[in-house]
Structure formats: C-alpha cells, structure tokens
C-alpha cells in the first residue's frame, strides 16, 4: 500500500507561483512513477506531470510544459509540483497519484493504483 498526501494548494492570480508537494509513504516499486493529475469542474481529468522513481525521467502534458517543473527529494519521499506563471485555465483538483504506466502512457492516469486526497487551486483575477 502507498499513502499519498497533497498540499500547498490556494487562490492565486494570473501570472502568479505555486508548489505543490506530494509526500509519498508505504511501499513503493522502483517501476512507479508519480503522476500529478488535475480536474477542473466539468471536465474529465488529465495527466499534467509525471516522474519516474527509477531515473527521474520527466513527462509533461503540452498545456504546461515550459511553466510546470515536477521534481523529486528521495530523502523526503517527496514529489514537488512547481508551477509557474499560472494561467486561469490552470484552475482545477490537483492530485497526485503513484503507479507502473507504461513508458509510453506517462500521465495515463488509468495506470495508476494509489491516489491522494487532492488539493485545490484557483487560478482567478
């Protein structure tokens, strides 16, 4: 079993930065990737970031690349979320979510087994 816990979520206005970690606990596969999913009311969810616990590769969804920066402390047990220059369209449910896709289905989120709570960020003028 993996725990997942979320946060660091907010309002926020356009243009501004947020960080969101995902602090993992249990038992992880070296063959996981964590994964940072959103959905925003509406609209199904999406795949935004994800990274591999193997060797650290790095996957983004088109939407955010150049803005969003996903990254890893093996010490911690912690996956950030680094987004910058958030745009309105940013806002939704961020969660993150740990599993074995395979590695041409990065952010398919159907891959992934464990999921945290969620957090919130409104991105609003």
């Known amino acids: 079993q993996v725990q997942l816990v979320e946060s660091g979520g907010g309002l926020v206005q356009p243009g501004d930065s947020l960080r969101l970690p995902c602090a993992a606990s249990g038992k992880t596969s070296n063959d996981y990737y964590i994964g940072w999913f959103r959905q925003a009311p509406g609209k199904e969810r999406e795949g935004v970031s994800s990274i591999s616990l193997s060797d650290g590769s790095t996957y983004y969804a088109d939407s955010v690349k150049g803005r969003f920066t996903i990254s890893r402390d093996i010490a911690k047990n912690t996956v950030y979320l680094q987004m910058n220059s958030l745009k309105l369209e940013d806002t939704a449910v961020y969660y993150c979510?740990?599993?074995?896709?395979?590695?041409?289905?990065?952010?398919?989120?159907?891959?992934?087994?464990?999921w945290g709570q969620g957090t919130q960020v409104t991105v609003s003028s």
């Open positions: 979510a740990a599993g074995a896709p395979p590695p041409w289905e990065p952010l398919s989120d159907r891959e992934y087994d464990y």
